[in-house]
Each structure stands twice: as C-alpha cells, then as structure tokens.
C-alpha cells in the first residue's frame, strides 16, 4: 500500500522534492561541463572495419561531421545475434539520430562479429544506422570491451577503468570521438556498464512511473524483462546472449 494523501499535502512534498530534483539537475549540467573539458588522446593507430560497401577506416565512420558517437555493441564472431541490453539501446538511436545528425554528430555501431551476421541481424531488427565489423582490427580490444581466451582463463578483465572479474568474452560501452579540420582523430569520452544507461530514453519514462524500472526479478537487471523488439510476444527469460551473469557495474 502507498501513501494516499490530501491535493494539499501531496502538492507540499512535491515541491520539496523539486529542490533536490534542480539541484541535480545543476549538479549534472556541471558534471557534463566538465566531461566537455576532459583532454583528448589523440589516436594514432590505423582502424579498419567491415562495412557493407567494403573496408572503411574510423575517419570515414565520421561522414561529414566532426563529431562522432560509438556503441560498442555485443556481438561476439561465435553469437547467433546482438545483445538484449545493446539492441535495447539501439532501439534508441534513430529518433535521437534524425536529430543529432543536422547537429554535427555522426553514429556508428562496431561489433566484433562477422558483417554478414551484423546485416543479418540488423534487417530482422529493421535499424539502419552505420553498423560495422571490427572482427579483423584491434578496436575493440583496444577500447576494453572485448576479451581474450587468456582473460577468461585467467579470470579477470579490464573494464570500466578497473579490474573486473571475467563474466563475458564482449562487454558494452560507448566511445567518443572528434576529427579535426585536417582530418586527425581524437578519443574525447568513453562509459562502459550502467553509463550508457542516459542513452536509453524508455529508462527515463520508467524512472517517473510508480514502479520505475521494475527489475525485481532473479537478474535485478534489465534481463529480467527486455527482449528483442520483436520477441515481446515470447515467453521466456532474456539473457544476454554470451552469459547468464550481470555485467559488472
């Protein structure tokens, strides 16, 4: 049972939670700020990726803008399909991205899988974003969201700027990146784990319902509802496709 209480009553501690929902929302425009202000690493080595009109280097994944986003997404060379949780966010991505686009941001997904599984799976998913493979470049090595054969025997990983335990040969993230006039890349940002989580627009609807996000069940996650869009109809648990443990936080 929850509090039921007068117009008047309801209204006073409404107003006193407004405070703390100003202060942080200034707390997170400071914060955003200050990631804005992060230096830059300037990236030197060569990037190759698979894409439908053939070999493609990260410059080219920027088109005609400066600016460029990358979903690490989930999507191992030995998986059958995309991540739940990584097709959750990219259920985000067009209607942010018809925006974005006209705002100097370029999008980009990049999976360590094979292209054909990737256009496989993007036409049953219906997205058309850029999507390419890295399963013959160090990319996603390099940027700590894909593990080797020696990780999992060893047991442990480097990821979200920490050691982690082993739970999964591929993990998520998103990386930033800005190209110069002269056409040089820089690495501004990258968040790993729950940090892409103010990327998925269906959290902040939960995040104001009386439930909220719900995730009450074996998983605490999103697994314990969120499917494939088009498996809602589906019984039956969603996992992420390499491992019934919850990605590290």
């Not at 990037?47 to 986003?69: D, K, M, N």
Request: with cysteine.
């Amino acid at each position: 049972m929850h509090d039921v209480v007068s117009r008047e009553e309801w209204l006073a501690r409404r107003k006193a939670h407004l405070v703390k929902e100003k202060e942080l929302t200034r707390a997170q425009d400071a914060l955003a700020a200050e990631r804005r202000a992060l230096p830059w690493v300037r990236i030197e080595k060569v990037y190759r990726f698979e894409a439908p009109q053939g070999p493609v280097g990260l410059t080219e994944l920027f088109g005609r803008h400066s600016q460029l986003v990358v979903q690490h997404f989930m999507f191992g060379p030995d998986w059958e399909e995309g991540c739940v949780g990584c097709s959750f966010m990219a259920d985000h991505v067009e209607p942010a991205f018809r925006h974005l686009d006209h705002h100097d941001v370029a999008f980009a997904a990049v999976s360590r899988t094979p292209l054909a599984k990737i256009e496989a799976f993007r036409r049953r998913m219906g997205w058309t974003f850029r999507w390419v493979s890295s399963l013959d470049s160090d990319f996603n090595f390099d940027f700590d969201v894909s593990f080797t054969e020696d990780d999992r025997q060893r047991g442990d990983v480097y990821y979200n700027y920490a050691p982690q335990p082993y739970v999964c040969d591929e993990l998520p993230g998103v990386s930033v990146f800005y190209k110069d006039a002269e056409g040089q890349v820089f690495h501004t940002y990258s968040t790993f784990a729950r940090g892409d989580e103010r990327l998925v627009g269906a959290y902040n609807f939960l995040d104001l319902t009386p439930f909220g996000r719900n995730e009450n069940g074996p998983n605490g996650d999103l697994r314990d509802w969120v499917r494939h869009h088009d498996r809602y109809e589906t019984a039956g648990r969603s996992a992420c496709a390499c491992h019934p443990e919850p990605v590290p936080a």
